[in-house]
């Protein structure tokens, strides 16, 4: 987790890119711990990258991220983990 941590801090053009992978991935699920911590760090660094405009990823995944959205999706990341949790967030 550190190396590809450190990798995405000192790359830049992997970071909006990386942040939004993060943030759709953990939209979709939770439940991977390693993926869930990494992804919160990602985006407490870099989630204002994909906070101000829509950005493309190559598919067709050009959605603005709200304040509100994400604010939901790290209280849902932080509520104890259950079993009820396990299909994909309604955001």
């Given at each position: ?13 992997l970071q909006p890119y990386t942040a939004r992978r993060l943030f759709n991935a ?35 995944d050009q959605h603005e991220v709200s304040i509100d959205l994400a604010l939901t ?19």
């Amino acid at each position: 987790m550190s190396s590809f941590i450190r990798l995405v801090c000192h790359t830049s053009e992997l970071q909006p890119y990386t942040a939004r992978r993060l943030f759709n991935a953990l939209k979709a699920d939770v439940s991977q711990e390693s993926m869930t911590l990494v992804a919160v760090w990602i985006l407490g660094e870099f989630g204002d990258t994909i906070m101000a405009a829509p950005h493309s990823i190559g598919d067709n995944d050009q959605h603005e991220v709200s304040i509100d959205l994400a604010l939901t999706l790290l209280v849902c990341v932080t509520e104890p983990l259950t079993s009820s949790r396990s299909p994909p967030l309604k955001c």
